[in-house]
Structure formats: structure tokens, C-alpha cells
């Protein structure tokens, strides 16, 4: 990748543009879009700001569907259990394991209407 095109991150909606390695603006990401930018023009106009940040945009929505189908092919073994409950519960003390099955246990209850 060019050093001097401008690269994204996103914590939450919110998204940090960089050049270079040095932060020129932010911005929120709504929806499909970068809003709200605050900062330095990404290109000589104001079309070629707008074509970078909706380029921008799209890298970040690609990559986020890169980790999330990483995550859901984790999330599964070989004959399709989802084991992410499992790592879940074996990363719990043996008091926190026995508490969640009582919070369910009373969810159910409240559901039966016992």
C-alpha cells in the first residue's frame, strides 16, 4: 500500500483517517458512509475528498466482513457445533458457571410463568 494514500480505522462509529502514518481526521462511519468528517481534504477537490472517503468506507466494510465470517468459521467445529458457548462456559470459574445455569434456570421460570 502507498505510504501517502490514506488509510481508516473505526473503534465503535467513530473513524480515524491517516496519512502516513499521521492522523488527519475523523469522522463517524453511518451506515455505508463516513459522515461527520473533521479534518483534511483527501484529495485536490471536493469530489476526490468525497470519492476517497466513500473508498475508505468500503475497505472498512470489507474488512469487517473478512473478521466476521473468521469469527463465525471459529465459532464452529468440524461437524458444525457451535463451540463458542462451550469456550465460553470453560472460561468461567466453577461459582460463575453454576450462577449462569441459575440465571437461566429463572429465565426459564419467568417464561413458564412459575
Known amino acids: 500500500m502507498d505510504p501517502l494514500e490514506p488509510t481508516a480505522t473505526i473503534d465503535g462509529s467513530v473513524v480515524r483517517v491517516s496519512l502516513g502514518g499521521v492522523l488527519v481526521g ?47 468459521k471459529e465459532a464452529y467445529d468440524d461437524d458444525g457445533v457451535d463451540v463458542s458457548l462451550i469456550r465460553w462456559m470453560l472460561g468461567l470459574t466453577p461459582r460463575e458457571r453454576l450462577r449462569a445455569l441459575d440465571d437461566h434456570g429463572r429465565s426459564l421460570a419467568r417464561i413458564r410463568g412459575v
Open 26 to 72: 475523523t469522522g463517524r462511519f453511518i451506515g455505508p458512509r463516513i459522515g461527520d468528517y473533521d479534518g483534511e481534504l483527501l484529495g485536490p477537490t471536493a469530489e476526490a475528498h468525497e470519492a476517497m472517503l466513500s473508498a475508505l468506507a468500503a475497505r472498512l466494510l470489507a474488512q469487517g466482513k473478512e473478521e466476521l465470517a473468521a469469527m463465525q
